[in-house]
Antibody
Framework: EVQVVESGGGLVQPGGSLRLSCAASGFTVSTTYMNWVRQAPGKGLEWVSVIYSGGGTYYADSVKGRFTISRDNSKNTMYLQMNSLRAEDTAVYYC?????????????WGQGTVVSVSS | DIQLTQSPSFLSASVGDRVTITCRASQGISSHLAWYQQKPGKAPKLLMYAASTLQSGVPSRFSGSGSGTEFTLTISSLQPEDFATYSCQQLNSYPITFGQGTRLEIK
């Protein structure tokens, strides 16, 4: 079955760090564009970051310089290292696959992992 | 960044109704638009990509149209399971952006 499973969320104080993981099965993360998308409570979806099949990365301005996306091909897993966390980073974080062919969309989503930033 | 504006933000309708949601882009995005359905506490589900291509397994009562800056998602005959939040997404360029969402509720 093609799926992704996120983990690593939790409660952290402002200024703290967390590392989220996204473990994939049924496909190879290094052959697709893997993304992180977040959703703050009661709000819409916000794209956060992408790691391209070639290894390049891109970030939303709101997290640039604080978050780092990476992957471990041997574990077929993507990560999001989140540093200098702020209250406004509180959200459900989803990992999502964007295939390099059809459909050109985010076709596989995880169940999400909750990040709460509060003192 | 490309801004997406959905209308309406809230829609109340009845089972069997035909409803249309509009998504407008701040600049042309060709047909690089997708639509998602999201239910409370769940991940988004892909409905439509390339503006008008139905994702596998999605009922044919869903349809999409548009190109450039204006797009629509239509549900031809609402079913009870369709009451959810719908969001558009542009994939023309990074940063990828989403519309603010349209909440579809039962009248």
């Amino acid at each position: 079955e093609v799926q992704v499973v996120e983990s690593g969320g939790g409660l952290v104080q402002p200024g703290g760090s967390l590392r989220l993981s996204c473990a994939a099965s049924g496909f190879t993360v290094s052959t697709t564009y893997m993304n992180w998308v977040r959703q703050a409570p009661g709000k819409g979806l916000e794209w956060v970051s992408v790691i391209y099949s070639g290894g390049g990365t891109y970030y939303a301005d709101s997290v640039k310089g604080r978050f780092t996306i990476s992957r471990d091909n041997s574990k077929n897993t993507m990560y999001l290292q989140m540093n200098s966390l702020r209250a406004e980073d509180t959200a459900v974080y989803y990992c999502a696959r964007r295939s390099t062919g059809d459909p050109d969309a985010f076709d596989i989503w995880g169940q999400g992992t909750v990040v709460s930033v509060s003192s | 960044d490309i801004q997406l504006t959905q209308s309406p933000s809230f829609l109340s309708a009845s089972v069997g109704d035909r409803v249309t949601i509009t998504c407008r882009a701040s600049q042309g995005i060709s047909s690089h638009l997708a639509w998602y359905q999201q239910k409370p506490g769940k991940a988004p589900k892909l409905l439509m990509y390339a503006a008008s291509t139905l994702q596998s397994g999605v009922p044919s009562r869903f349809s999409g149209s548009g190109s450039g800056t204006e797009f629509t998602l239509t549900i031809s005959s609402l079913q009870p399971e369709d009451f959810a939040t719908y969001s558009c997404q542009q994939l023309n360029s990074y940063p990828i952006t989403f519309g603010q969402g349209t909440r579809l509720e039962i009248k």
